[in-house]
């Protein structure tokens, strides 16, 4: 199998993914403002303080959207976070039942099992049920879940699950969730993955199945590429998860796209879908700094934050050369050194995102700013944008409908399971969006968005 992957991400590196000659970018009317694929489960809002009055809303903008681009100096705003994310607020995760027969429970002394993958590879463990890690810290490399099961924490509080004891020192990663399983992770930290062997990597989880993890945070691995995670052919949705300080260290032979995706990568034939995420201070030694999306693969991202991640190549935020959508999302703060096998690139690097090869981008309501080295925005020969609507790009880039300076406060926590950048009181950035053309309800923290909608993943009303 592993063989077979491998001419595949040659073939696709020699053939398909070669941008060709071809005419300027090609706008395509897009049918609809909605994205192809959203997020459909339950996200309930925390109810809107009833004493806190409303904000009066600027006036939409004429139907030109005339703005005038604004000085402004690039400074990366990412700020240090706490060792782990903020309990969720919105979805909370409910207490496992340890005496439900369908519960199997995992901690060092007094559980069913003292390891995950012999809970998971017991004759017993049937498909549907749940394996329950008691521990608060446990220490297992190179789990491979191979049957549809549940892997939760503790709800409320921390269960770690490490590769090894201090980051760096493992030798595989955390995770393998085989092709054929339909597994969910919640409520988990994936820390300290290190695969030394596989070419393909994903430090922290390597997805060839169906994979749902919600409410996880995947911190301080390293990988070939896909530093936290790789998708390698599969269908990953994650919710309410935060990928962070994860390395993209691009140790690897040619043809495997080395260094991309230092928080998450999408391989070819993969299908990733991520909403009320945040990816942030990640690196690559290549290319997409926080996410890379492979050519003949699609991902969705809704209201998600892509902060202060870096690469040494193209994209220091986002690379893609497949079918991108971004909706209500805010990328900030990013930057790309634009150094691809020892030599620059020129003005293309792309701090922000990057669209090269083939890849279509669709974007709405989506804010880029602040993003340091070769603009904002970047679309190759061959790049064809679906739609471009009621996004705000600072620097003018990628023909935005507004540009300038969209003043965003610093990464925090302002509610919810992730971190934002809100959105400060006179930002030219709130109540632009008219209600007809609000494609999301909620912002990435939950909170319900009040027409006129803000631009990007945090809604500034109270």
Same mark, same amino acid.
């Given at each position: 199998?592993?063989r077979m992957l491998s001419l595949l991400g040659l073939v696709c590196l020699l053939v398909a993914c070669r941008a %060709?000659?071809?005419?300027?970018?090609?706008?395509?009317?897009?049918?609809?403002?909605?994205?192809?694929?959203?997020?459909?489960?339950?996200?309930?809002?925390?109810?809107?303080?009833?004493?806190?009055?409303?904000?009066?809303?600027?006036?939409?903008?004429?139907?030109?959207?005339?703005?005038v681009i604004a000085t402004v100096t690039h400074t990366p705003t990412s700020t240090p976070m706490p060792a782990l994310?903020? %309990?969720?607020?919105?979805?909370?995760?409910?207490?496992?039942?340890?005496?439900?027969?369908?519960?199997?429970?995992?901690?060092?002394?007094?559980?069913?099992?003292?390891?995950?993958?012999?809970?998971?590879?017991?004759?017993?463990?049937?498909?549907?049920?749940?394996?329950?890690?008691?521990?608060?810290?446990?220490?297992?490399?190179?789990?491979?879940?191979?049957?549809?099961?549940?892997?939760?924490?503790?709800?409320?509080?921390?269960?770690?699950?490490?590769?090894?004891?201090?980051?760096?020192?493992?030798?595989?990663?955390?995770?393998?969730?085989?092709?054929?399983?339909?597994?969910?992770?919640?409520?988990?930290?994936?820390?300290?993955?290190?695969?030394?062997?596989?070419?393909?990597?994903?430090?922290?989880?390597?997805?060839?199945?169906?994979?749902?993890?919600?409410?996880?945070?995947?911190?301080?691995?390293?990988?070939?590429?896909?530093?936290?995670?790789?998708?390698?052919?599969?269908?990953?949705?994650?919710?309410?998860?935060?990928?962070?300080?994860?390395?993209?260290?691009?140790?690897?032979?040619?043809?495997?796209?080395?260094?991309?995706?230092?928080?998450?990568?999408?391989?070819?034939?993969?299908?990733?879908?991520?909403?009320?995420?945040?990816?942030?201070?990640?690196?690559?030694?290549?290319?997409?700094?926080?996410?890379?999306?492979?050519?003949?693969?699609?991902?969705?991202?809704?209201?998600?934050?892509?902060?202060?991640?870096?690469?040494?190549?193209?994209?220091?935020?986002?690379?893609?050369?497949?079918?991108?959508?971004?909706?209500?999302?805010?990328?900030?703060?990013?930057?790309?050194?634009?150094?691809?096998?020892?030599?620059?690139?020129?003005?293309?690097?792309?701090?922000?995102?990057?669209?090269?090869?083939?890849?279509?981008?669709?974007?709405?309501?989506?804010?880029?700013?602040?993003?340091?080295?070769?603009?904002?925005?970047?679309?190759?020969?061959?790049?064809?944008?679906?739609?471009?609507?009621?996004?705000?790009?600072?620097?003018?880039?990628?023909?935005p409908a507004y540009t300038g300076d969209p003043s965003l406060a610093s990464l925090a926590d302002n509610g919810g399971?992730?971190?934002?950048?809100?959105?400060?009181?006179?930002?030219?950035?709130?109540?632009?969006?008219?209600?007809?053309?609000?494609?999301?309800?909620?912002?990435?923290?939950?909170?319900?968005?009040?027409?006129?909608?803000?631009?990007?993943?945090?809604?500034?009303?109270?």
């Open positions: 199998m592993k %060709t000659a071809a005419p300027p970018i090609t706008v395509v009317p897009a049918p609809s403002l909605l994205p192809s694929a959203t997020y459909t489960g339950t996200y309930t809002p925390t109810p809107v303080p009833t004493e806190m009055p409303s904000p009066t809303a600027p006036p939409s903008p004429s139907p030109t959207r005339t703005a994310t903020p %309990t969720a607020t919105n979805t909370p995760v409910q207490p496992v039942d340890a005496d439900d027969p369908n519960v199997l429970t995992v901690c060092a002394a007094g559980c069913d099992y003292a390891r995950i993958q012999d809970a998971i590879d017991s004759p017993s463990t049937e498909a549907g049920m749940t394996v329950y890690v008691a521990d608060e810290v446990h220490t297992e490399a190179g789990i491979v879940v191979a049957k549809s099961l549940t892997i939760r924490g503790r709800a409320g509080e921390t269960s770690i699950v490490q590769a090894h004891e201090r980051p760096g020192k493992a030798l595989d990663r955390v995770f393998t969730i085989a092709e054929g399983a339909n597994v969910t992770i919640e409520a988990l930290v994936i820390r300290h993955g290190n695969p030394r062997e596989d070419t393909r990597s994903g430090g922290g989880i390597l997805n060839q199945g169906k994979l749902t993890l919600t409410h996880s945070l995947v911190r301080d691995n390293i990988a070939n590429c896909g530093g936290g995670i790789l998708n390698d052919g599969g269908t990953l949705t994650m919710v309410d998860c935060t990928v962070r300080d994860n390395l993209a260290d691009g140790e690897g032979p040619v043809g495997y796209g080395c260094g991309s995706g230092g928080a998450v990568k999408n391989v070819e034939g993969g299908i990733l879908n991520m909403s009320h995420c945040t990816l942030v201070d990640n690196r690559a030694l290549g290319k997409g700094g926080g996410l890379h999306v492979s050519c003949k693969s699609t991902a969705t991202l809704t209201n998600c934050t892509i902060s202060g991640n870096e690469a040494t190549g193209r994209g220091g935020g986002i690379h893609s050369k497949g079918q991108l959508t971004l909706v209500h999302c805010t990328i900030q703060g990013n930057s790309a050194k634009g150094v691809v096998r020892g030599k620059g690139v020129g003005d293309q690097a792309a701090g922000g995102l990057a669209i090269r090869g083939a890849g279509t981008l669709t974007m709405t309501a989506t804010l880029i700013a602040n993003n340091p080295r070769d603009g904002d925005c970047m679309l190759g020969e061959s790049a064809v944008v679906v739609s471009n609507e009621y996004n705000w790009i600072e620097d003018g880039s990628c023909s399971a992730t971190w934002t950048h809100a959105l400060a009181s006179d930002s030219p950035a709130h109540g632009v969006i008219p209600e007809e053309a609000c494609p999301v309800r909620t912002d990435q923290r939950g909170r319900t968005r009040t027409p006129p909608c803000d631009v990007g993943a945090y809604e500034r009303n109270p």
